[in-house]
């Protein structure tokens, strides 16, 4: 009871605290840098991950077009008569402006604010044109928003109206066909070569005739229009959307004409949809969570396809692209987080050397005090309050810099280095107080020594075990479970079953530097009992230097963990740098991709010869590539990209690209009497070689086909089937190409001045465009930023190393020097002293890093930032991992001839005293 009586607070004196806070000043000033400046980058990172996670759901939902649209479907009513036939609804335009009202109130109003005015649409089926050497559909299409459909004019003739002027008429079901009022652009009108007072001949899929009437030509006010974008025919003629060969036109209805194009169809013919485009502008990262809870509560609220009432039946990928976006950013967080586990992990290895130093220079001023009587528990809190000033101070000066440079800040990453700087220089220094007054004697019994040296070796193997079962487990946890967050209830975060996954690198950078600790000593020893036997005095005695200091752990552990962390850092912004441009190539297919409009498609073989000719091309391939073409395989439809080429000449495209190539293209031959041969490739493995496929032509007998191989990726496509041109035509499909594929030094120029209505796709372009996407700039100046850090850390390192052995090596050189050694002679020995560690770092860090990012590259998914279907090839930039071995040697090599200059005032008389 009186022991714990006598217990009492620690109580620091204060003039001892600032005493040893000005004696030093730079050690303490220099901990508050690295600690500043550390806090900088950890607390603006997240930030700037956090603005980069909303622009790139935003970027996301932009490049998917119209895959993230909501969609709403409803049947119309019944429109029987009281004597059997149909009634002409006049108020159809209203029930559509209901329908659209009745779906917004559904949204919900967080899925509401993300989505643009919705516009109501009408289409009915394709009609075939009748008449005509070339396959040609029609249309008939209404849109209306909530202030009414796109705004027209009426550049001859008048809008469509009503067939007859009556409101209550029924027809017979088998009556002739109803006559519709519809307007045509511009464009699909000089294309059919028709005018107002004219008819479309058109019928429908049963051989039943329409009877279209044009009442006027009109001229969009405003082309880009979002409720255009529903339905391109209204504005001009869209080749492929009804088959491979066919081009398609529309008729505009207005809302006096709704009503007879209700009577023109069957039944269920017309259908109603209401569209709500993302804004894109409007999402951000946090919202992404509830907004695909709510798609996908309103998709299983969807009323039955099988009954015929009014009920709402949605229809969306927002929610998938939305949880595309997540696993994107989830990827980058990850990624990003790796990096910064490096870099506190080689911070806290140089606070430790920093520490480290300031109690060396601090011992005999500590052993004083302890010799004077100060309490073990005062010393402690005088260290403390020290260190935890320091360590705050310099934190929140980071903080308020990274609030400065960032809209946000995050202290999560910069505890473990104010912990670390805070808590280091105390624990040393009250170790060195304890020592200084402790009074164990060395035991003269060598079996207790030798016990007390296996003590020491156990608890030092014990740590070196736990550390390589922690960087095994990390590595298994790694490659088992990955990066990416558990999905849980919508939403992926970073959560603490990542922190071992996310620290693998770092303690695998750490399991190696203990490696390599343990070899060092190893190799010393040799190179000391080799230079033994020389006749070089200066090799003995700077191995014997060498050897004496080979078993400072921190320093070595420090130089080996920055370089292979910078090392590692390197070869992810190498990796991505290569990844993107590998992604461009599968993306292009060539150094440009001309996309020819349906007007201009005649004139291709022409415009191909052009390009050909001009300055700096060197292959130009033309090929017919139309997405969603209908293909059969069996009963089932599949919608693959068809590819028509010439197989020779797009076989030599592959060759001279570095994308990949294709011998299967030599199977692709005129197949004579029987299937046409062709290349498939499916994302669900479904297609293979020996699959008999089927492709849908209007009017016309499917053609057979075989697949032979598997196809290349043309385009990023991940459903694709290639059939040679020859082939396909002598089986009765000529080929109308629309795609030209250009390589060379002058093909963007080439493709640029075509003169052609056209789409020019330019691979530099797109190169350019998916590195500036908000997620892989971030990652790649993280990655490039990280490496400078690290780097720099590890020349602190070196630094710091010197300096805390320096006085001791010196005392010896000088030593030696009243015994006759050279100036030159010294630095010499000094450079033998200090090189041994910075030569190890120099070679295994690089070779460390290189191995960390050959074995945990895959499951960091960077192929989500590349754009790329596989995870890009490891790239290892060896001139960078050069540059680094280089700076730490060069480093080592300026460290030697800076001492020796402040060490030239050192009078040797103050060395012979030293110790009496």
Avoid at 554 to 562: E, N, T
Avoid at 587 to 609: H, I, K, Q, S, W
Avoid at 765 to 793: E, F, M
Avoid at 833 to 859: D, K, M, N, W, Y
């Amino acid at each position: 009871m009186n022991r714990w009586l006598t217990r009492r607070w620690p109580v620091p004196h204060w003039p001892s605290i600032r005493g040893r806070g000005r004696a030093d000043a730079g050690p303490l000033l220099l901990t508050a840098a690295v600690i500043a400046a550390v806090a900088l980058l950890a607390g603006v990172v997240p930030a700037l991950l956090r603005t980069a996670a909303d622009n790139a759901v935003q970027d996301t939902v932009r490049r998917a077009g119209h895959d993230p649209n909501v969609l709403v479907h409803a049947n119309w009513e019944r429109d029987d008569g009281p004597t059997g036939g149909r009634i002409r609804i006049p108020r159809l335009p209203e029930d559509i402006d209901d329908f659209r009202a009745r779906a917004t109130y559904a949204l919900g109003p967080e899925l509401d604010a993300a989505l643009r005015p919705p516009i109501a649409v009408v289409n009915g089926p394709s009609l075939s044109i009748t008449g005509g050497t070339e396959p040609r559909t029609v249309q008939l299409v209404y849109l209306a928003g909530d202030r009414g459909g796109p705004d027209v004019t009426w550049i001859a003739g008048s809008a469509p109206g009503p067939a007859v002027p009556g409101r209550s008429i029924e027809i017979p079901y088998n009556g002739p066909p109803w006559p519709i009022q519809v307007g045509l652009s511009e464009a699909d009108a000089a294309a059919l070569d028709l005018g107002p007072g004219d008819r479309i001949a058109a019928r429908d899929g049963q051989g039943r005739d329409k009877d279209i009437r044009i009442s006027g030509i009109y001229r969009p006010a405003d082309s880009a229009d979002p409720a255009w974008e529903l339905a391109p025919a209204l504005l001009r003629p869209v080749p492929g959307a009804d088959g491979v060969g066919t081009t398609r036109y529309a008729g505009l209805l207005s809302r006096e004409s709704l009503p007879d194009a209700r009577l023109a169809f069957d039944d269920d013919q017309l259908r109603r949809t209401v569209h709500f485009a993302p804004e894109p502008d409007a999402l951000t990262w946090a919202a992404t969570a509830p907004l695909v809870s709510q798609v996908v509560k309103l998709k299983a609220t969807s009323g039955p396809s099988g009954v015929r009432d009014d009920s709402l039946r949605w229809e969306s990928q927002l929610d998938a692209v939305l949880r595309d976006a997540r696993t994107q950013v989830s990827a980058a967080s990850a990624q990003a987080a790796v990096l910064l586990a490096g870099i506190l992990a080689a911070t806290v290895l140089v606070l430790l050397l920093a520490a480290e130093l300031l109690v060396r220079r601090r011992t005999p001023a500590l052993s004083a005090a302890r010799q004077r009587g100060a309490a073990l528990p005062d010393v402690g809190a005088e260290l403390i309050i020290e260190s935890a000033v320091v360590s705050l101070s310099a934190a929140a000066a980071g903080l308020v810099l990274a609030r400065a440079a960032a809209p946000g800040v995050s202290w999560t990453w910069v505890v473990p280095v104010v912990l670390a700087g805070a808590v280091a220089g105390p624990t040393l220094g009250i170790l060195a107080a304890a020592r200084a007054s402790r009074d164990r004697r060395q035991p003269a019994n060598p079996g207790a020594r030798r016990w007390i040296l296996a003590t020491g070796q156990l608890r030092r193997a014990a740590v070196e075990v736990a550390v390589l079962l922690a960087a095994v487990a990390a590595f298994v946890t790694l490659h088992e479970r990955g990066l990416l967050p558990v999905a849980d209830g919508g939403v992926a975060e970073l959560t603490g079953d990542l922190v071992l996954p996310i620290s693998a690198v770092a303690v695998g950078v750490l399991a190696g530097a203990l490696v390599v600790l343990r070899l060092l000593p190893v190799g010393v020893r040799f190179a000391l009992r080799q230079a033994l036997r020389s006749r070089r005095p200066l090799a003995v005695f700077g191995a014997a230097r060498a050897a004496t200091t080979a078993g400072r752990a921190l320093p070595l552990l420090a130089l080996v963990s920055a370089t292979a962390l910078a090392s590692f850092a390197l070869v992810v912004g190498g990796t991505v740098a290569r990844g993107l441009a590998d992604g461009a190539w599968h993306t292009v297919g060539a150094d440009a991709r001309l996309d020819v409009g349906a007007d201009a498609e005649a004139a291709t073989p022409a415009l191909a010869e052009r390009i050909a000719a001009a300055p700096g091309v060197g292959q130009v391939v033309v090929a017919q590539v139309t997405d969603s073409a209908r293909v059969f395989a069996e009963s089932t439809l599949l919608t693959p990209r068809l590819v028509i080429v010439d197989a020779a000449a797009f076989q030599g495209l592959l060759a001279a690209t570095p994308l990949p190539d294709a011998p299967a293209l030599g199977r692709l031959s005129a197949p004579g009497p029987g299937d046409v041969p062709a290349l498939v490739r499916s994302s669900d493995g479904d297609l293979r070689a020996g699959t008999r496929l089927q492709l849908a032509r209007d009017d016309a007998p499917a053609i057979r086909l075989v697949a032979v191989g598997t196809a290349p990726s043309v385009g990023g496509a991940d459903d694709v089937v290639i059939v040679d041109a020859a082939a396909l035509a002598e089986a009765g499909l000529s080929a109308v190409p629309n795609t030209v594929w250009v390589t060379g030094p002058g093909a963007a120029r080439a493709v640029s001045d075509s003169g052609v209505a056209a789409d020019v796709v330019v691979r530099a372009d797109v190169q350019r465009a998916q590195r500036a996407a908000p997620l892989t700039a971030g990652i790649l100046r993280l990655a490039w930023t990280a490496a400078s850090v690290l780097l720099a850390l590890g020349l602190l390192g070196l630094a710091l190393a010197a300096a805390a052995g320096a006085p001791e090596r010196w005392q010896t050189l000088t030593r030696l020097r009243t015994l006759g050694l050279r100036p030159r002679d010294a630095r010499w020995v000094a450079a033998g002293e200090l090189l041994p560690p910075v030569v190890v770092a120099a070679i295994f860090g690089p070779l460390l890093g290189a191995l960390l990012a050959r074995l945990t590259l895959g499951p960091l998914e960077l192929r989500l930032l590349t754009g790329q279907a596989a995870d890009p090839a490891t790239v290892l930039p060896w001139g960078l991992l050069g540059l680094v071995s280089v700076a730490l040697l060069a480093a080592a090599g300026a460290v030697v001839p800076v001492e020796s200059a402040l060490r030239r005032r050192d009078r040797l008389s103050e060395v012979l005293r030293a110790g009496e």
